[in-house]
């Protein structure tokens, strides 16, 4: 599996080349663009976190180019998708803007987004980035970051509860046992061994699933993976949790997020990734957290995710969209973004910078995305089948329904969606 | 209005005399007032064709198509409407709008008792009171829900910390099927609540004294004079309250959506109609999510004819 997906990323990084190689002959995408170019172009993004830093890129690139003027445009997450909806409809997407893994394909499939030009290298970024945003052969995004998933833990918590901490080689059973203990000897308090997000599966059931052997997605995007045997032993992992008590239940994470529990001492561990560093350096316990990497199971895998800049096809002002995409996809636009804290940067060595910002180790993340990555399940509209997901699993985990029962509803809906596609 | 149409008026009576005998030129006196009244009438007019009236002539259509994410309708007749009748959750987002309609209607009787206490004469901190019911009704929903939710929670909240006390375990609230619906349905009419009152405590303003002052020389006590006179006389007032209510409750979205939100585990067995609208219209089935917008037109419209024909029953009119 392993080795498929990185003969499949080579092969579409080639591919890639060779797709900014030709363009190179065609309409403004090419490496040397005129510094002199003059043009008003737009860029959207959500996260208002890193407005600073994306402000800060727009000053470094005015340098390079004087006259490009960008404009951003900060629409929070909830509505980011909706508006670009509407902007897609209408032919007036932003110039540049932010696209995530599940969105992708929808939009390069509809022929709303402009392939990378030769001024994006592919081998400077995590093949599995340049999988994600390659759609029929060709890259379209600029990967921006990514994040992986590792085990957050509070040692204050571990001591109280007199249970070791984890070692970087644990497997799912110590990792379970040690979540037993702690929910066991500190219930007085109210304390879990672990609280994860359990909505949604980037967080916690992708990983059991592909940990167990199993697939989210077959390869070629046509097929669900819950039904095999290995994704239902992923998805009993994560029920075995809540049902000893290991884990809050879904309905509990719905009314208390799982970071708020883990902040406020309420949980000893949290599986997440690198967008919650920064929560974590403003938290209050901020000086007796520790990461692990995830707890092996078959194997050691965990999903990577990461954004992307993109260009829209319908850019009336692409040659300096282009320009800009390029830059963004740079080193020194990563390095920016890594020494503010802002993300963790997509650009191969340039994580150093992002590393040091916390006292622990986030090489950690840096190591699993190097080792045991897979990329994140998306198809054309991955939306719909991430509402099956959304809508059939708390029963599975909250022990409603049995695991394997609410596994194979969930495939055989998820089949009947990516049929429609 | 008709202040401005006056002078027109005056001179056509001037002329009239000597024209009485033709009636085309009254015709077009008519005419002329007639575009007058157009003419004050057509902003408002092209406000309700352009926003009301053309969206639902727009998605009564959309709702015959399959009409993916990035638009491109194509025409697939009635397969919306066969996939809605055939989908378990549209039916159980009519049982759960019902039951938070259910919920809002409890509340007009609660306004109805609270207006007649807070318009008794000479009860002190009166504005204190309108100002306290009254707030919640213009607080945005999300600000409202964001409070709620944390007096709801299942771990740290105050209403099961005060169970707790006396020993009950209290559910999650709004994450436990039927809990959530009914967390949803006490916070929409604590809402509604304060809208309520001020449209009653107006009624109850139109109730002559008289009234009052007679039937209790005659000897009513308070609870009769209740029933006997602010209620029937109140009735219109009632009347319009519960028909607002209703379609208030039909459009129950943002509430549900805030306090809930979308990654809630018990979000399907208590979704809206509006939100199953909404959901759909996410994940790119725009068709689906059209055909879910007449039905609710429709279930409003025949919800509001019912209450139109049985006001006859219970309405006095004075």
């Known amino acids: 599996m392993r080795k498929a997906l990185l003969a499949a990323g080579a092969a579409v990084a080639a591919a890639a080349l060779l797709a900014g190689c030709s363009s190179n002959t065609g309409s403004g995408s090419g490496a040397t663009a005129d510094h002199n170019l003059s043009a008003s172009i737009s860029y959207a993004f959500w996260d208002v976190n890193q407005k600073p830093a994306m402000e800060a890129l727009i000053k470094d690139f005015n340098k390079e180019y004087p006259n490009i003027k960008v404009t951003t445009q900060v629409t929070p997450y909830q509505n980011y998708f909706t508006k670009l909806q509407t902007q897609g409809s209408s032919k007036t997407l932003p110039d540049v803007f932010w696209m995530n893994g599940p969105n992708f394909q929808l939009y390069a499939s509809n022929g709303l987004l402009e392939p990378v030009g030769s001024g994006i290298d592919p081998a400077n970024y995590p093949k599995a980035l340049n999988e994600l945003y390659s759609y029929d052969g060709k890259q379209y995004g600029a990967p921006k970051d990514f994040d992986t998933i590792g085990v957050f833990y509070n040692k204050a918590v571990f001591d109280k509860a007199g249970v070791a901490y984890p070692t970087a080689d644990w497997t799912w059973d110590e990792f379970h046992q040690k979540a037993k203990e702690i929910s066991d000897k500190l219930k007085a308090d109210g304390v879990y061994g672990v609280a994860s997000g359990l909505s949604g599966g980037q967080e916690v059931y992708y990983n059991t699933i592909l940990q167990a052997g199993g697939e989210i997605i077959s390869s070629d995007g046509k097929k669900s993976g819950y039904d095999s045997a290995a994704s239902i032993k992923g998805l009993q992992f994560v029920r075995d949790l809540v049902a000893d008590g290991s884990s809050p239940t879904p309905s509990q994470l719905s009314d208390t997020p799982q970071d708020q529990w883990f902040i406020n001492s309420k949980s000893a561990m949290i599986w997440s990734g690198t967008w919650l560093n920064a929560e974590l350096l403003a938290s209050p316990i901020k000086d007796t957290i520790a990461l692990a990497p995830l707890p092996k199971g078959e194997k050691q895998a965990t999903v990577i995710h990461g954004l992307a800049n993109v260009v829209a096809k319908d850019s009336k002002n692409k040659a300096a969209a282009v320009a800009f995409q390029n830059y963004l996809g740079g080193k020194q636009a990563a390095e920016t973004q890594a020494e503010m804290g802002a993300a963790n940067p997509a650009f191969n060595g340039t994580q150093d910078a992002f590393v040091k910002t916390a006292p622990w180790d986030l090489n950690i993340f840096e190591k699993a995305a190097a080792d045991y990555a897979y990329p994140y399940p998306i198809s054309k509209n991955t939306a719909a089948w991430n509402k099956a997901e959304n809508d059939l699993l708390p029963d599975a985990f909250s022990g409603k329904r049995p695991v394997a029962d609410v596994a194979k509803d969930l495939a055989k809906q998820m089949n009947a969606d990516l049929a429609k596609e | ?318």
């Open chain 2, 1 to 318: 209005m008709s202040v401005s149409i006056a002078p027109q008026e005056a001179g056509a009576v001037t002329t009239a005399p000597a024209t009485r005998s033709t009636p085309p030129r009254r015709r077009r006196t008519d005419r002329k007032e007639w575009l007058w009244a157009a003419l004050f009438v057509a902003p408002l007019l092209f406000g309700v064709l352009v926003f009301y009236i053309w969206p639902i002539i727009r998605n009564a259509y959309f709702s015959f198509t399959t009409w993916g994410v990035f638009g491109g309708a194509t025409w697939s007749g009635l397969s919306n409407y066969q996939a809605m009748l055939a989908d378990p959750s549209f039916w159980r987002s009519i049982v759960n709008t019902l039951v938070y309609i259910g919920f809002l209607l409890i509340g007009i009787p609660l306004a109805v008792v609270f207006a007649s206490l807070m318009n008794r004469p000479g009860l002190r901190f009166a504005t204190l009171y309108r100002t306290a019911f009254f707030l919640p009704y213009v607080a945005m929903p999300a600000a409202v829900a964001m409070v709620w939710r944390i007096i709801f929670n299942g771990d740290f909240g105050v209403i099961n910390y005060t169970l707790s006390l006396v020993g009950i375990k209290g559910p999650n609230w709004l994450s436990t099927e039927w809990f959530a619906l009914i967390a949803v349905g006490l916070v929409g009419m604590w809402i509604s609540l304060g809208f309520n009152l001020i449209v009653l405590s107006a009624g109850m303003k139109g109730i002559p004294p008289e009234m009052y002052e007679a039937s209790s020389l005659d000897g009513a006590s308070r609870m009769r004079q209740f029933f006997s006179i602010t209620v029937p006389l109140l009735s219109p007032s009632i009347f319009f309250v519960s028909v607002m209510t209703v379609i208030t409750g039909f459009q129950l979205f943002d509430l549900l959506y805030a306090l809930m939100g979308t990654q809630n585990p018990a979000i399907n067995q208590t979704q809206s109609m509006v939100y199953l609208f909404f959901a759909h219209q996410q994940t790119g089935d725009n068709g689906y999510a059209a055909a879910v917008g007449m039905a609710i037109l429709l279930l409003v419209g025949v919800f509001t004819i019912i209450q139109f024909r049985m006001q006859k029953r219970w309405v006095t009119y004075v």
